[in-house]
């Protein structure tokens, strides 16, 4: 086991009709913006829920954030932030909306001469303006987390921000959130997190044996309640597990003392960037690739994955290996979720290259556990991913 | 899975010689209270460690803290922080050191008559001196919680306290803690860990299929590490798996969305009081017959537990409950920890009535995770660990 620091403050509050719960959390005294995506909220009941628990508090709204939230549009928040002097930021939404406020709750305090710094520059946020979230699709587990990605749509990139001052408040966890989530985004939600946790398991073994099994307990987890969830919505007991596992998923306390990879999260945001593939579909496109190019690093914790969480008890490490990353793909596929790119667009000739030049031109510093996959891996992972 | 909040700010330095981050956790202008228990750290060389980790601060030291922290010798260390105007306590020491430190943070800023209001009214509290953690015994959970326990010796009763204000701002956990302590001690904070985890999860099932995981995960990672560390403290990753189980097994995680029991505890608190048995062998004694006692209500938790964190295969349901109390007691024995009262005292006869007059003389609120057990059932549970 690795060296680590954990800190999470973050309050969470979960379960059945807990939006009520909002107006206790937020100063008395603030002004809030309320921030949201496409509007489907307002179709669900839970904008309602939401204006209902705020009816005491002065509220300014900013709707339309899209997924994979846009510095653009952000930028007009940040103006009504600045013009209302908004005191307190509410997302209501998912890890895009999330993700948004982030970006805002560090942009409203910084003082340098461009927002844009924060990103470009890597500018850790100490503190930012005090924000809660109330989660309405899980999946991403930015509502316990101090991480965010943003995206510049003019240069098709997805850029990473964060910092201690970046942990909500607070988030409002109603596992009732699913019932009118449409079937692919559950489907995506589950894929995310699984992928999450493989990101932060599926490495080498360091004898760090509770964070080993604290990963297979939400894989196993997540894959007892999917068909649940996914045939019934209204299945409360399995919408409370999912959620709870999108949240532990990545709140950082499995990643610690461990070696983390995230090769699969950095090739697959380049297909979303290149196709709009959505961003859970990429990581179902890209893991088994991965896993199978880098199984020789990986065979260890691939067969481990394979008895622990599948039940694979037969074979060698190397056949153990492979049968894991198998239950993996025939898992996405029962959820309906695709895992080759030709599945997705017929354009795929000459994307592992131009991958591979988007790499190159990067400061490379390479990707894996052992930083030591190079722009020319990236280019035979993805080709293997047609 | 019940509604639930949970929220944790305390910040954990974890690994090899993290003592020496000390300083820079503590703000600049503190005076300090070093905390101590009955002077081990001086011979371990974690003093030394830590009064170098502190020489840009101005420190005042406090040992003596009594295993049960007592409230007579708590109020000594009072006085110190008014007359000294003290403002940031630091434990250095196992559980004990650490809850008297939180009831010192407490009553530091208490405005009332008496601190012994806090205990007596059950003030909850809002908000503490600040305060760190060096852990050197792991067990308790201390370190990474809000509560605590404190002893008031004319009376042989304990008393629990804690609040949102109570939580260390850090603590920090050094594997190498382990090194010095005597073998028993290591097997009573195994088994301190272990029964932690059993009180939030022998109860009843109630589809919280993660948190069930997350117990198991605990429980299996215990049962593989507790023969490494006793036979060589010096195995760094065994170490740092027992150090990280201990704390996992109480920070609140595992009892969210779960019913809890607790009557282990209650109960054992009473052997402590009248035999002055370690307050983990006092658990290992009342478990086994309290799960014997209530294997009707606990039979499906109990068959759960022996099938997956000993692998009991076969059986009826009945059959691997009784199995699985089996297996727990034959671990407790492999700690070389004894389960039953008489291997501890031949002075045990009558006890069990005594402590059913106890329990009538208080409030009774009943105990178990359905507040059904009655005083006449701890008589009975407490005649059969005889």
């Known amino acids: 086991m690795q060296n680590f620091e954990f800190y999470n403050p973050t309050k969470i509050i979960f ?26 909220i307002k179709n669900n009941g839970i904008y309602e829920q939401v204006k209902t628990a705020l009816s005491n508090f002065e509220v300014v709204e ?17 103006e009504i932030i600045k013009t209302e002097n908004i005191t307190y930021l509410l997302a209501v939404g998912g890890g895009s909306v999330i993700d948004g406020t982030k970006f805002l709750s560090s942009a409203a305090l910084y003082e340098g001469v461009s927002p844009w710094d924060i990103i470009s520059k890597f500018i850790r946020t100490e503190k930012g303006m005090p924000f809660g979230t109330v989660l309405t699709l899980p999946a991403t ?12 749509k003019e240069t098709q990139e997805k850029f990473g921000m964060g910092g201690p001052g970046l942990f909500p408040q607070f988030s409002i966890l109603d596992p009732q959130a699913i019932h009118s989530i449409p079937k692919h985004q559950i489907a995506n939600g589950i894929t995310d997190a699984f992928t999450h946790v493989l990101e932060q398991y599926m490495t080498y073994p360091t004898q760090a044996f509770l964070q080993d099994r604290f990963c297979e307990s939400i894989l196993q987890t997540l894959i007892e309640v999917a068909p649940l969830v996914l045939e019934n919505p209204y299945n409360h007991e399995a919408a409370s597990n999912y959620m709870w596992c999108c949240t532990m998923a990545l709140n950082g306390l499995i990643q610690k003392g461990v070696p983390t990879d995230w090769a699969v999260h950095a090739i697959g945001h380049e297909l979303t960037a290149q196709f709009g593939i959505d961003h859970a579909r990429t990581l179902a496109i890209i893991a088994p690739s991965h896993y199978r190019y880098s199984i020789e690093s990986k065979k260890i914790k691939l067969a481990q994955f394979a008895e622990r969480v599948f039940g694979v008890q037969t074979g060698t490490i190397e056949e153990k290996a492979t049968a894991g990353i198998e239950k993996m793909e025939a898992f996405f596929h029962s959820l309906n979720i695709k895992t080759k790119l030709s ?3 017929s354009e795929y000739q000459g994307v592992a290259e131009r991958i591979e030049s988007r790499f190159i031109a990067r400061n490379w510093m390479g990707l894996g556990e052992h930083k030591s996959l190079t722009p020319a891996d990236v280019k035979k992972i993805v080709e293997m991913s047609y």
């Open 343 to 345: 599945e997705y667009t």
């Open 62 to 78: 900013f709707g339309g954030i899209p997924a994979n939230p846009e510095y653009e549009v952000l930028l007009k928040a940040l």
């Open 15 to 40: 379960g059945k009709d807990s939006i009520s719960k909002l107006s206790t959390e937020i100063p008395d005294n603030a002004k809030v913006l309320l921030l949201y995506g496409g509007g489907s």
């Open 141 to 152: 587990g930015s509502e316990m987390n101090s991480g965010a990605v943003i995206t510049r």
